[in-house]
């Protein structure tokens, strides 16, 4: 008794233990980001001066009733560019095209003419009015091409949540009349050559959106838009689904999804456009949840890939831009260039040091410029973070110019690695590392995760596999004449494959060497961690990449 009435004291005089966020939480979000020196916040209208915006044009007509959108135009072109057409999202029934205006005006900067729609919502008209007023605006952008300065061959759209599922629509049905509605320049084609969806759904005849349909009818935005639900009208989702209309005339289409939103949503969809030999993709955001495209610090990264998507796909050559407002810092700024980053020195630190951001690339020589002085200038690689010591003779104002080599995917945010050419290759400025001395060491002569001094650090990728099946792994390692013997595991779920590190002469002269297989049994994302389990010497060894080769013979 005496123990009952004990234990109930220390629990009623017991402070509360606070509770865990989810990680996939907007706290448990805020909180991952905070641990990597980053925080969510709302976008802002840059205001460019190379940016040109005609607001509030109509674009299509029923009667009375007019849609209008906003333009966003390159200020300098000599020749016709792609134009791109921004649907917005929020379920079918609201939302605004100004939601979506920061992605029009970032395209518009880097090269592309950009109109972001306004469409009939759910409440006004019922399917399949909003995808009649998307394929009327591809067809005026298309009618007025020439006065536009757009290419009529390469008109892309982008959308997010339900405006990625348009997006869907406009690129996979531009064939089905009864889509097409009469909202003007009906003589002139809405075909596609290229879409990129947010998160949106392509699958509405199954999976969450049908499963929605009848579990919670009254919370379902498709029976809201389609005036009934999946058991009486599957005919009306099964018309309404992109995945429905899939052939060899689909135009490339991509996904770009956050790690917390549905990443399995369009599956299905993935597997048959490949099956019909389309180019397609999903793109995978560390800490992204439903929305995130709309929010920093994803939005940089995904404005990056869908520019990356879409000049290879137009091969098209992005003009030169830079990003004024890159970073700041008490010393100065950071500016984003074409080819690299550009550190301007306002002031000089009384310890003379600059300290900037370690961001995921690798760098050739970086060079210190004066008003009559250009030098080369060492970097030092810290845990997280790139230290120049400016000479003592040096006064503000200067730059320091840092070019950027391999990769110009300078987001500080993770990278989850999506498959190219039948597998990942997983470079090591990709790498997340933790623990108290590795780090990635930038310098184009190293590229390297280094300073493995301590057997407890370890590093690890994020990757998004969409083909299971078996693959092998490949190690580039290297190790000092005389350092080699150090055991190590590469360890993915419960999978391990132990390897005796290699003596390769130096640690940057990297062998690679296949280690084993690993077996995703299914669709998803896994973590791919190297971890050392004995040092034999100084350091355990040096990492440049690691290659995840698919076994077709072994799916």
Known sequence: MRIIIALAFVLLHSPVLAEVPLPSSKEGVANSLKEIGLKQSSLELQNYKSVIVDEDITYAQYGDRSLQLDLYSPAHVDSPVPGVIVVHGAGWHSGTRQKFARIAEEMAYRGFVAATISY???????????????????????????????????????????????????????????????????????????????????????????????????????????????????????????????????????????????????????????????????????????????????????????????????????????????????????????????????????????TVPQYPTTIGKATLHTNNRKAEIALSPQLDSWQFKIPDEITAPASIQIPTVYSNNLSRLPKIMSASNGGFTLMAYNAEVFGQNLRYEPQAHKNTVGYWTNPKDYCQWKIYVESPGKYQVHIHQGCGKGHGGSEVAVVSADQSLKFVVEDTGHFQNFKKRHIGDFDFSEAGLYTVAIRPIKKAKVAVMDVRQMDLVFDSDNK
């Open 120 to 354: 009939r919502l759910a409440d006004e008209a019922a399917f399949p009015a909003g995808i009649q007023d998307c394929n009327a605006a591809t067809r005026w952008m298309r009618a007025n091409a020439k006065r536009l300065m757009v290419d009529p061959e390469r008109i892309a759209a982008i959308g997010g949540s339900a405006g990625g599922h348009l997006v869907g629509l406009m690129g996979a049905a531009p064939h089905i009349k009864d889509l097409q509605g009469n909202g003007g320049n009906n003589d002139v084609s809405s075909t596609l050559q290229a879409m990129i969806s947010l998160a949106g759904p392509f699958e509405l005849a199954f999976g969450p959106i049908a499963e929605k349909s009848i579990n919670q009818p009254k919370d379902s935005n498709a029976n809201r838009w389609f005036r009934s639900n999946i058991a009486k009208n599957k005919d009306i989702f099964v018309k309404a689904s992109p995945y429905t209309y899939i052939s060899n005339h689909t135009p490339p289409t991509y996904f770009l999804t956050g790690e917390y939103d549905n990443v399995s949503l369009n599956y299905e969809t993935l597997k048959k456009l490949r099956e019909h030999g389309i180019p397609t993709g999903q793109i995978v955001y560390k800490y992204g949840r439903h929305g995130c495209w709309n929010n920093n610090p994803w939005f940089g990264s995904m404005i990056d890939d869908i520019t990356t998507i879409l000049s290879n796909t137009f091969e098209y050559e992005v003009p030169p831009y830079q990003d004024e407002k890159f970073h700041s810092a008490k010393w100065g700024n950071i500016v984003r260039l074409p080819t690299g980053l550009r550190l301007n020195l306002k002031t000089i630190p009384g310890n003379r040091v600059i």
